[in-house]
């Protein structure tokens, strides 16, 4: 995981703060496997955290979830095989993760695009 050590700093830290708000994998490799995008959203259920994947495709959408360390690990495989970009939205920033073609990471730290968190929606099955 060393690759998107920050990122998954950034994301700990986040959690431990209560500031995060979302995750968001964009900007397919292939367009042609039909995975438009994928949103990470945290959910507390039974004081547990849990960590739901949409996956977002041209006609339907399906969802997963993980506990933080599988959340993490699927974050790094569809990073890897899948998209481009992953933005990590917290109330302190935006980080932006990208990936070039030959696999080279880099960072962008925006301004926070998110001044409260998203309000608690009812976890889909």
């Given at each position: ?10 994301l700990?830290?986040s959690?431990k703060d209560d500031?995060?708000v ?5 900007k397919?490799?292939?367009?042609s496997?039909g995975l438009?995008?994928?949103y990470?959203r ?5 004081d547990?955290?849990i960590?739901?994947?949409k ?6 959408e399906?969802f ?7 959340a ?5 495989l569809l990073?890897i095989?899948?998209f ?6 917290t109330?302190?920033?935006?980080l932006i ?5 030959k696999?080279?990471?880099s960072?962008?730290?925006?301004a926070?695009?998110?001044?409260n968190?998203?309000p608690?929606i009812?976890?889909?099955?």
């Open positions: 995981m060393s690759e998107f050590k920050i990122l998954f700093d950034t700990k830290q959690i500031e995060f979302k995750l968001t994998l964009s397919p490799l292939r367009k496997e438009i995008n994928v990470m945290q959910f507390n259920i039974d547990q955290k960590y739901e994947f996956y977002r495709f041209v006609e339907e399906k997963k979830k993980f506990s933080l360390n599988e993490m690990s699927e974050l790094e990073l095989e899948t481009r970009t992953g933005t990590l939205f109330l302190n920033e935006d993760v990208l990936v070039s073609k696999k080279i990471i960072y962008r730290d925006n926070p695009s998110f001044k968190k998203l608690e009812p976890l889909k099955s």
